[in-house]
């Protein structure tokens, strides 16, 4: 049973950064992929970005390019979301989710979620 934890909210004002953590345990499988995703009042959940463990592959969502960066630590089991230049539409519930398939950003696909924990731009 994998278990994600997720950290690093908070509220900051438009062009500042955050960075989120969401520390992983209890992997079966050799490779897998990992991202984060978001979801906001109102709106679907949706891919932010995702990191291949075999390859180090990145997907980001378009939304996000530029600004934010997905990387992984494999011996503290952690993966990270620096966000930068952060605006108010990146408001939203943040979740890291792991699949033991490769990488994608599409929210149905992913078996493993954590509790969340909530950004908050201000404009």
């Known amino acids: 049973q994998v278990q994600l934890v997720e950290s690093g909210g908070g509220s900051v004002q438009a062009g500042g950064s955050l960075r989120l953590s969401c520390t992983a345990s209890g992997y079966t499988y050799s490779t897998y992929c990992i991202g984060w995703f978001r979801q906001a009042p109102g709106k679907e959940r949706e891919g932010v970005a995702a990191?291949?463990?075999?390859?180090?592959?990145?997907h980001y969502a378009d939304s996000v390019k530029g600004r934010f960066t997905i990387s992984r630590d494999s011996a503290k089991n952690t993966l990270y979301l620096q966000m930068n230049s952060l605006k108010p539409e990146d408001t939203a519930m943040y979740y890291c989710a792991a699949d033991s398939a490769p990488c994608g950003l599409v929210p149905e696909k992913y078996p493993s979620w954590g509790q969340g924990t909530q950004v908050t731009v201000s404009s």
């Open positions: 990191i291949y463990s075999g390859s180090g592959n990145r």
